[in-house]
């Protein structure tokens, strides 16, 4: 994989794109108004409702660039689409370890990650020492914690 593309699954990508919407069409256009009516009432300096205002543009003009920029750049996977039992990107991987505790990860893109939800980055030591990988196969994970050993049980893409 070319760790200069953004690797984004179609859900990712939806994320993104609510987000520059909600920014762009909701958010800014309020932000705008305010810092108006609020620059028609004089004084800059001293008027907090304007230099909120400002800083909330600049914030949000900031993440808009960052948004379009990683929209762009996106390298679309659908899971849907990929097949095979190798560990891929988007693949959904489960995984035990040497007491026979099973974890669920699912390889996405880095603007998508949750690990919470099982969600990790592809770039993430533990996708990085997953992919390419296949059922059975004993994986070798280094975590800042120290190494740990598991074994594939399933992949899945969905």
């Keep these: 994989m070319d760790n200069n593309k953004n690797y984004i699954t179609p859900e990712g990508l939806t994320k993104l794109k609510d987000e520059y ?13 305010v810092v108006a009516w609020a620059a028609s009432n004089g004084d800059r300096s001293e008027n907090a409702d304007y230099q909120y205002g400002k800083r909330r543009l600049r914030e949000i003009d900031r993440r808009v660039h960052f948004l379009t920029k990683r929209i762009e750049d996106a390298e679309v996977v659908d899971p849907k689409l990929m097949k095979g039992g190798t560990v891929l ?23 998508e990650l949750d690990p919470k939800r099982g969600k ?24 800042p914690a120290g190494e740990e050993f598991v074994t594939i049980e399933n992949i899945e893409y969905k």
């Design 89 to 111: 990107f988007s693949a959904t991987v489960t995984v035990s370890d040497e007491d026979g505790e099973e974890q669920v990860y699912q390889i996405v893109g880095e603007d």
């Design 120 to 143: 990790i980055s592809w770039k993430s030591p533990v996708a990085k020492a997953l992919l390419g990988k296949k059922v059975g196969e004993e994986v070798r994970i280094v975590k």
């Design 21 to 33: 919407h909600q920014l762009m069409h909701v958010e800014r256009p309020k932000v705008v108004e």
